[in-house]
C-alpha cells in the first residue's frame, strides 16, 4: 500500500511564494509523480507531472514558468514550487502517485495514489 501526505500549503499574498511537499511510502524511484489542484466547484485539475529519475517534466499551461516539479528519490519527496502566485491558483492540492511504467500525466485517471490534500490560498 502506498501513502501520500502532503505538506506545505497556507495563505500567501498574490505574487507570493509557496513550495509544496509530499512524502510517499513504497517503491517511490518507479513511480510517476503528479501534483493536482481541485477548486470550489471545479473539476480536479493537472498541474504538474515528473516522470522516474527526473528526466521528464510536464506542465499545465497556467503554471508553466511559475511551478517546478522536482523529486528527491532517496528521501521519497516531491516537491512543488511555486512562485508569482494568482487567487486563480487557490485550490486543494494533491500529490498522486501512478505506478504503471507507462507515461500519462495529465489524466486523474491515470494515477493510483493520492494524498488528502493541502490547502493553498491566494490573496488579492
Known amino acids: 500500500q502506498v501513502q501520500l501526505v502532503e505538506s506545505g500549503g497556507g495563505l500567501v499574498q498574490a505574487g507570493g511564494s509557496l513550495r509544496l511537499s509530499c512524502t510517499a511510502s513504497?517503491?517511490?524511484?518507479?513511480?510517476?509523480m503528479g501534483w493536482f489542484r481541485q477548486a470550489p466547484g471545479k473539476e480536479r485539475e493537472f498541474v504538474a507531472a515528473i516522470v522516474w529519475k527526473a528526466i521528464t517534466t510536464y506542465y499545465a499551461d497556467s503554471v508553466k514558468g511559475r511551478f517546478t516539479i522536482s523529486r528527491d528519490d532517496a528521501k521519497k519527496m516531491v516537491y512543488l514550487q511555486m512562485n508569482s502566485l494568482e487567487p486563480e491558483d487557490t485550490a486543494v492540492y494533491f500529490c498522486?502517485?501512478?505506478?504503471?511504467?507507462?507515461?500519462?500525466?495529465?489524466?486523474?485517471?491515470?494515477?493510483?495514489?493520492w494524498g488528502q490534500g493541502t490547502q493553498v490560498t491566494v490573496s488579492s
Open positions: 498522486a502517485a501512478r505506478t504503471r511504467r507507462d507515461i500519462v500525466v495529465r489524466l486523474p485517471i491515470a494515477y493510483d495514489y
Open positions: 513504497g517503491p517511490f524511484s518507479s513511480f510517476i
